[in-house]
């Protein structure tokens, strides 16, 4: 599903519009930001992209990514964010973290 200017959930019908769509928006992301674009848009990634974009439109919407490395986390998240217009905060945890950090 997608939101519409009304703020409005809508279905999409058309995997191949939306895979274009997300494709679009990460040649910009990769412009923008002088990265290679690499990023492949096959279902379950636009599915992941499609979620975290519907968790970041809500007011104070985060959302914690788990997975095995190399799984694109990173790379769905930095693009649901540019297509949300969000700010992506990064948190380095280290041994010696703590609250002042």
Known sequence: ASVDDSGKYT???DFDELQ??????????AAQHGTPSIMVMFFQACEQIARVCRILRHPRGNCLLLGRSGSG???V????????????WKMRAAANYDFTS
């Not at 274009?20 to 992301?29: G, I, L, S």
């Not at 998240?77 to 992506?88: G, K, T």
Request: cysteine-free; aromatic content about 14%; hydrophobic content about 40%.
């Open 11 to 13: 279905e999409v019908t």
């Open 73 to 75: 986390r990173k790379s």
């Open 20 to 29: 274009v769509y997300y494709t679009q928006h990460a040649v910009e992301y």
């Open 77 to 88: 998240a930095e693009l649901a964010a540019f297509v949300s217009r969000s700010r992506i």
